[in-house]
């Protein structure tokens, strides 16, 4: 059974940094890409970012393009979402998945079959 496991997520300043890792275990985290969504009060779940399984590849939504960073750790099973220049409106739940999307589709939440509880990020300003 696969399971992936967020952390990292807290309370924040405008400007701040922050890194959210996921944990993705009980299956071949190499054959998986991961990606991470996340969602704020009142809104859809949005994506945010993702990483292919070789982790040559990566792709970011133009709101958060030049300030996040994924990466992932094969060895260590872990993906991470570093994030800077934080705003208010990066305010929401940070969502962790993975999955075997299409290209196309990299930033389809249907395309991944598994996902993490999610960690709060709080960007006061």
């Known amino acids: 059974q696969v399971q992936l496991v967020e952390t990292g997520g807290g309370l924040v300043t405008d400007g701040d940094s922050l890194t959210l890792s996921c944990v993705i275990s009980?299956?071949?985290?190499?054959?998986?890409?991961v990606a991470w969504f996340r969602q704020a009060p009142g809104k859809e779940r949005e994506f945010v970012s993702v990483?292919?399984?070789?982790?040559?590849?990566?792709y970011y939504s133009d709101v958060v393009k030049g300030r996040f960073t994924i990466s992932r750790d094969n060895a260590k099973i872990t993906a991470f979402l570093q994030m800077n220049s934080l705003k208010p409106s990066d305010t929401a739940v940070y969502y962790c998945?993975?999955?075997?999307?299409?290209?196309?589709?990299?930033?389809?939440?249907?395309?991944?079959?598994?996902w993490g509880q999610g960690t709060q990020v709080t960007v006061s300003s």
């Open positions: 990483i292919r399984r070789s982790g040559g590849y990566t």
């Open positions: 009980g299956g071949t985290f190499r054959n998986y890409d």
């Open positions: 998945a993975a999955g075997t999307p299409i290209l196309s589709a990299r930033d389809d939440s249907k395309m991944y079959r598994y």
